[in-house]
């Protein structure tokens, strides 16, 4: 396939836009694609798109930022959802900076520890001390 590496960089480059950069680079490659090679090369190149995007905004962003903000994985996903579904694309852009400091919060005031502990990632669950 010709300017593979060259597609490859350009979609890497417009898969840092959220939504519309994957699609106008599926878009990008499959036309430059369709002008060079066969209707099945032109399929390949969306299947891999495809999978390396559902395999990256699935499972390592979330991962990478979790570990980053010692944030649990599904608690980062469901929380992007639940902002989306409120706010749209600006609460998915706020949802990680607003659920790590509420984390923040969670672990410094008692009474909320446990709802820190849910959000937090870390292997070592502090036991909650009961008062007498």
């Not at 480059?13 to 099945?40: F, W």
């Not at 903000?69 to 706010?87: C, D």
């Not at 009474?111 to 669950?125: M, T, Y």
Request: net charge positive; aromatic share 10%.
């Amino acid at each position: 396939m010709k300017y593979a590496i060259l597609l490859a960089v350009v979609s890497a480059l417009l898969k840092l836009i959220p939504y519309l950069g994957i699609l106008s680079a599926m878009v990008i490659s499959m036309l430059i694609t369709m002008t060079t090679n066969s209707m099945g090369t032109v399929w390949g190149v969306f299947v891999v798109l495809l999978i390396v995007h559902l395999i990256d905004g699935n499972f390592l962003f979330p991962a990478i930022v979790s570990s980053k903000v010692k944030m649990n994985a599904l608690a980062t996903i469901v929380g992007v959802i639940v902002w989306a579904a409120l706010w749209g694309i600006p609460g998915m852009f706020l949802a990680i900076p607003i659920l790590a400091t509420l984390k923040v919060i969670f672990d410094s005031i008692e009474p909320f520890k446990a709802w820190g502990i849910l959000l937090g990632d870390d292997p070592r669950i502090p036991t909650i001390k009961k008062r007498r």
